[in-house]
């Protein structure tokens, strides 16, 4: 997944809750993008959110053109 497409997301949260993060994220040797990241797959996976994989998405954009 290093090569893939990246988006860019911006938020406001409280600053307990930025500092939390920055802390969690210390703990596990992570950035802070990287560690919310972590987060939102984790709760997907808890709620049954699929999440597509873009190297899938990519060649199945491929076939369609050929």
């Given at each position: 997944?290093?090569?893939?497409?990246?988006?860019?997301?911006?938020?406001?949260?409280?600053?307990?809750?930025?500092?939390?993060?920055?802390?969690a994220?210390?703990?596990?040797?992570?950035?802070?993008?990287?560690?919310?990241?972590?987060?939102?797959?984790?709760?997907?996976?808890?709620?049954?959110?699929?999440?597509?994989?873009?190297?899938?998405?990519?060649?199945?954009?491929?076939?369609?053109?050929?």
């Amino acid at each position: 997944m290093a090569n893939a497409k990246t988006a860019t997301l911006s938020f406001r949260i409280e600053p307990c809750l930025k500092d939390a993060l920055r802390a969690a994220a210390a703990q596990e040797h992570r950035s802070i993008a990287n560690m919310v990241e972590v987060l939102i797959r984790e709760h997907c996976g808890r709620v049954g959110v699929a999440i597509a994989d873009p190297a899938v998405q990519g060649r199945q954009k491929t076939s369609r053109t050929k």
